[in-house]
């Protein structure tokens, strides 16, 4: 097999008519989020002329590439992007503000944003109770958080401690 090699790495996420929107959104959501880059279709197409082709930007340090590239595919569960908080108040706005505006949410800490792309809001302190010494306390940990939609922070560790 032939390697690779090292390459910069990056994320396209396909729209039909919206990763302009998509985009704004994103680098909106958070701190260090921003557009790099617009380009339009030309005469060519296949869009039209003028309309926004791709939307290029940068969230967290990583790049994404918005394509509004028409209807012919969506998004779903298959890829999702994961965000850790330690706190349940960053965990909750992150959540609220991903679900805004028609976003829906999922089992398990999992939520679709208004465009229909999926992501995981994950605690932190997740792994510790899913993997804790206590196999008795895992069991009681995975059961809670099958219950839950948006993940709380204190009842997966009150499970896991033996609590309700």
């Known amino acids: 097999m032939t390697a690779i090699g090292s390459r910069a790495i990056g994320t396209c996420l396909w729209f039909d008519g919206r990763a302009e929107e998509a985009a704004n959104f994103y680098a909106g959501l958070f701190d260090d989020g921003r557009i790099l880059d617009v380009a339009r279709y030309g005469d060519a197409g296949p869009g039209d002329a003028g309309s926004v082709m791709t939307v290029s930007f940068e969230l967290g340090g990583r790049g994404f590439r ?85 993940l709380d922070i204190a009842a997966l560790q009150a499970a896991y401690d033996g609590g309700a």
């Open 66 to 150: 918005a394509l509004n590239g028409g209807p012919e595919y969506t998004f779903n569960e298959a890829v999702s992007f994961e965000l850790f908080f330690d706190t349940q108040q960053e965990l909750d706005d992150a959540w609220s503000a991903l679900t805004a505006g028609g976003g829906e949410d999922g089992p398990c800490g999992w939520l679709k944003d208004k465009f229909g792309v999926s992501w995981q809001l994950i605690p932190n302190m997740l792994m510790s109770v899913l993997g804790g010494s206590d196999p008795a306390g895992r069991e009681r940990a995975m059961a809670a958080m099958l219950a839950m939609h948006k």
